[in-house]
């Protein structure tokens, strides 16, 4: 029973770092190859480069430093961080497949950074136009992964593990983008939004039972159990809620 609890949590926490950081990377990328194909890779892989190396920084950082915290103080208090982390992912989730938000289009935002870029001008030397660029690309959408490895490694006291997951996916994302760079659009991305909203929330509800010292059956089984829950919850959702409304694209997030 034991193993079993143990696998299971895991399980969910490898799935939910792994999906959130492809996310967020997909979305970095995106903006790390308008960059380089219109102002230059030198300056765009610095900027991703700093922005890689200030993110490791604020993991190194604040990870050991919440290991120090009470396990239900720590729980109770990333349980409400993911829970609104969650909400919000899902909400967004939920209004695309419905119709009633328009859909996110790497593509496009990709053409409209490059004319962002393009409209800038050259400038002489390092492109610092282009750096800046990256490094918040990179760096803004980089934090939130950080956030989602600080909060679900150290409440699952599983930090290795779940550095080691946003890293894969980070690399992964880098390898497929360099592949297949102008094909980004293809990425389900709202299906992969709505998979780690849920994931999300059903930890963000765990571990706030946890802080509150609710004794959940199962214990860590409990959490595929509230994934379920939600993914359920969710399609009743949509299915409710979606018309026969046209679907169209946007270019901002």
Known sequence: MIATSVSSGVV????????????????????????????????????????LV???????????ALVHVPLSVLRLVVGGV???????WLRKAILRSTGLKAKHDEDAIYRAKVAELQAAGSGVGRDHVAFV???????????????????LG????????????????????????VVVAKQLSNVPENAMKMGVGVMLVSFGTF???????????????????????????????????????????????
Request: charged share 10%.
């Open 12 to 51: 969910v926490l490898v799935g939910a770092v792994f999906l959130a950081c492809a996310v967020e990377m997909v979305e970095a990328l995106t903006i790390v190859l308008a960059v380089g194909h219109t102002r230059g890779w030198r300056s765009a892989f610095e900027g991703t480069a700093v922005a």
């Open 54 to 64: 200030v993110l490791t920084a604020l993991v190194a950082a604040f990870g050991p």
């Open 82 to 88: 993911l829970l609104i982390f969650g909400m919000q």
């Open 133 to 151: 660029m990256a490094f918040k690309g990179v760096f803004l959408e980089g934090l939130e992964v950080v956030i989602t490895v600080l909060t």
């Open 154 to 177: 150290t409440s699952a006291h599983r930090l290795g593990l779940a550095a080691t997951v946003a890293a894969i996916a980070v690399v992964l994302v880098g390898i497929v983008g």
């Open 207 to 253: 571990w706030t039972g946890e802080g509150l010292k609710v004794s959940w059956p199962g214990n860590d089984t409990m959490i595929p159990v509230l994934v379920a829950t939600y993914l359920l919850v969710t399609w009743l959702i949509v299915a409710l809620v979606r018309r026969e409304s046209p679907v169209v694209t946007e270019v901002v997030a």
